[in-house]
């Protein structure tokens, strides 16, 4: 009975034991876990403040571009004669005004929606095709 006894404490103080190293390991590694979320949390905290300076950097960047384009379409079109464009828009779908760069835009993108291709936009705008391209290359990008 002794012996029963003897080799129930021991099992048990064996038992206590390994509890006890499993709690201690289970403890180090909720430590590693918890910095690590830590770590985790500061790098997406970096990660979307770089996301918001990229946003803020891709609108200005969008805005300068549509300037430039709005520039350019401004000087292409008052160093181009009436007869070309005239010529141009003729019983096209859309005869734009000279230098309306919003409705252009705005045309260019209803017709691309309507399953136009660039050249077909292009033709029936009186528009060229890399201009055309650019405004919808923008558009993407916006979206």
Known sequence: M?????ITSVAALGVALWLGWEVAGLKQRWARLYSLRAAMVETETALQEMMDELDKSGRALLKELDARLVQAQGIELSTTTD???????NGRLSSLPKGDAVE??????GLSQLGYTVEEIAREL???????????DLERVRQ
């Not at 252009?104 to 993108?109: F, N, Q, S, T």
């Not at 009186?126 to 650019?134: D, F, M, S, Y």
């Open 104 to 109: 252009k835009r705005a045309a260019v993108i």
């Open 83 to 89: 007869s070309v464009l005239g010529g141009s828009t």
């Open 126 to 136: 009186g528009t060229p095709r890399g201009e055309v391209q650019l405004i919808l």
């Open 2 to 6: 002794v012996w029963i006894a003897t």
